[in-house]
């Protein structure tokens, strides 16, 4: 790989790791509630756990560069396209399966809470198609697979920490920008949820009124 195929991936691989979602979420509200200690071990969970779902991720892509390489390139275009759908979805979804309250946390044990957190990372399904969009935009499928992939690990293990550690050291402005949102319940925001809220209000109007 490349020096600058690599900056290209890093980069890509540091701007996923800080999108808004669930895994930064928790690394935000441990870090908050339990201590940045906490926080950073949140942190190495969620690095590991998504390098681990690089790899499973990476299996249909090797396959696809060794044995189907005239497809690869239409691979790499679909995965662009999807990346460029997943973004702004995340944006605009960032708070899915957030925490109401800091005594919510799922896990209160420093195992408990790595093994947790490091199971989340590694099995999310949307982790493992991003990185099934990404990997084929660094991937050279002339070259050593396994090489790439070995660098492509380090990489991509250096950005996450990075990333978390933005994570931890923004953890109130993160927490605080989802308050702000109106996402701290995201039952309240759905329609049918809304629907049966406006019916009880007017029934209750209904009777203050007879």
Known sequence: MSSDTMLVFAAASLFLVILP??????????????GRLTG????????????????????????IARYLPHLFELVSWIG??????????????????????????????????????FRLAAVKPRSILAFIALLPQAFDPHGSLSLQLVEMDGVFLSTALVGGLMNVVLAGRR????????????????????????????????????
């Open 21 to 34: 979602g669930p895994l930064a979420d928790l690394t935000a509200r441990y870090t908050l509630s339990r």
């Open 40 to 63: 950073l071990l949140t942190v190495a969970a969620i690095a590991l756990g998504l390098v681990a779902a690089m790899t499973v991720a990476s299996m249909p892509v090797v396959a």
């Open 80 to 117: 662009l396209t999807y990346l460029m759908l997943h973004v702004p979805w995340t944006l605009q979804h960032p708070a899915r399966g957030y925490l109401a309250h800091n005594d919510n946390l799922p896990e209160r044990q420093p195992v408990r809470i790595f093994l947790h957190i």
């Open 175 to 210: 927490l605080k920008r989802l308050e702000k949102l109106g996402l701290k319940n995201p039952a309240s925001r759905k329609p049918r949820t809304r629907f049966i809220s406006r019916r009880a209000v007017t029934a209750g109007y209904r009777r203050i009124a007879a």
